[in-house]
C-alpha cells in the first residue's frame, strides 16, 4: 500500500543528523522492519507519524505496521 507523504506535515518533525539516521535504518533492516505502527490519518490515507521508518521500509521492501487514527483535521495532528 502506498501511503501519502504531505510534506508540510513532515517538516513539523525536527531534523536528525545523518548518524541517526543510518543508525534507524540499520536498525530497522536489521529488525526486518520497525518495531513501531506507521500512524496514518484514517480515511486520507497520510502518514502523520513515521515518515522515515515508512521510507525506510520502502527502500528496502520490509513490511510495516498501519495504525489509522481518526483526525479532525491536518491542523488537529500535533
Avoid at 35 to 46: D, F, M, S, T
Avoid at 50 to 77: M, Q
Wanted: glycine share 8%; net charge negative; aromatic share 6%.
Amino acid at each position: 500500500m502506498d501511503l501519502i507523504v504531505d510534506e508540510a506535515l513532515q517538516k513539523r518533525y525536527p531534523e536528525i543528523s545523518p548518524e541517526l539516521e543510518a543508525a534507524i535504518e540499520k536498525e530497522i533492516v536489521a529488525n526486518g522492519g520497525p518495531r513501531n505502527p506507521i500512524l496514518v490519518w484514517e480515511g486520507h490515507n497520510i502518514i502523520v507519524d513515521g515518515h522515515r521508518r515508512y521510507a525506510i521500509c520502502k527502500k528496502h521492501g520490509l513490511p510495516f505496521k498501519i495504525v489509522y487514527e481518526v483526525i479532525e483535521d491536518i491542523e488537529a495532528v500535533g
